[in-house]
């Protein structure tokens, strides 16, 4: 795409932010109290997850901040 984004297109990228927050938030309110219990593993992998989802909202960031350049 060239120019200006529309601010449809900004409003969207950036409820989508907020949602990846909210939900990395909640993945990781699950995992730390299941961190060095018998269920360390399952905290191990949504750990993973929560970063997955920090990964998602950086390149979320980062495509809303190319698309204003």
Known sequence: MTGDPSPSLLAELSSLTTALDELTSRVAAIAEPLA??????????????????????????????????
């Open 36 to 69: 060095g219990t018998e269920d360390d593993l399952l905290a191990s992998d949504l750990f993973e997850v929560e970063r997955s989802l920090r990964e998602a909202v950086r390149r979320l960031a980062h495509a809303r901040a190319t698309r204003r350049d």
